[in-house]
């Protein structure tokens, strides 16, 4: 297993900006790849980002690209998410996750960090 915290949330302006950060440790060698995921308020998850733990690939959801950049120091066991041009509908608690090796879906996550945008 691979355990995951979070850091880097906090209250910002919209136009503003964050940089989430994940500590990965455990069973990291067992990690395809790492990913980022939003839940506001009364909503579902949303996918936000997701890298390749080789760095070489990553995906966004149409609603942050542009906006997000994920980035990753696997040598250091660390995943980023840079949020520039943050909106009020950006407000959430981000997840960070990993899904492992074999696996299609994320299997194990972080307990979360609060970002809230004021407009």
């Known amino acids: 297993q691979v355990q995951l915290v979070e850091s880097g949330g906090g209250l910002v302006q919209a136009g503003g900006s964050l940089r989430l950060s994940c500590a990965a440790s455990?069973?990291?060698?067992?990690?395809?790849?790492m990913g980022w995921i939003r839940q506001a308020p009364g909503k579902e998850r949303e996918f936000v980002a997701t890298?390749?733990?080789?760095?070489?690939?990553?995906y966004y959801a149409d609603s942050v690209k542009g906006r997000f950049t994920i980035s990753g120091n696997n040598a250091k066991n660390m995943v980023y998410l840079q949020m520039n041009s943050l909106k009020p509908e950006d407000t959430a608690i981000y997840y960070c996750?990993?899904?492992?090796?074999?696996?299609?879906?994320?299997?194990?996550w972080g307990q979360g960090t609060q970002v809230t945008v004021s407009s």
């Open positions: 890298i390749t733990w080789s760095g070489d690939s990553t």
């Open positions: 996750a990993v899904r492992y090796k074999g696996k299609a879906n994320f299997g194990s």
């Open positions: 455990g069973r990291t060698f067992s990690s395809a790849a």
